[in-house]
């Protein structure tokens, strides 16, 4: 079992940024892919970001590219999700993921293909 806390959401005009954290409990962090899924009132689930086992890869949605850094501190346990430029679209809650898998560079987008969720965290972007 892994335990996935998040912080760091709030309020934020549009433009400016937030780092979004989120400590990892539980197993050992490196057994895990970890990823970031936001979703907005009345919308699907929707894939950000998410970055390897090994820590060397990463892949984004289209609308986080060049925008939102997916990383992990190893020291802390952490994964951290920075988010520049921030638009009033980027309003969601974001959720924390960890998907279980063998390879160490795997990249998943299928919010089916992860088994832990933390409880989220409020971005609210205003114009």
């Known amino acids: 079992q892994v335990q996935l806390v998040e912080s760091g959401g709030g309020l934020v005009q549009a433009g400016g940024s937030l780092r979004l954290s989120c400590a990892v409990s539980g197993r050992t962090f490196s057994s895990y892919a970890m990823g970031w899924f936001r979703q907005a009132p009345g919308k699907e689930r929707e894939f950000v970001a998410t970055?390897?086992?090994?820590?060397?890869?990463?892949y984004y949605a289209d609308s986080a590219k060049g925008r939102f850094t997916i990383s992990r501190g190893n020291a802390k346990n952490t994964v951290y999700l920075q988010m520049n430029s921030l638009k009033p679209e980027d309003t969601a809650v974001y959720y924390c993921?960890?998907?279980?898998?063998?390879?160490?560079?795997?990249?998943?987008?299928?919010?089916?293909?992860?088994?832990?969720w933390g409880q989220g965290t409020q971005v609210t972007v205003s114009s």
């Open positions: 970055l390897s086992r090994s820590g060397s890869s990463t």
């Open positions: 993921t960890a998907a279980e898998g063998t390879r160490a560079e795997w990249v998943p987008a299928r919010w089916s293909l992860y088994d832990y």
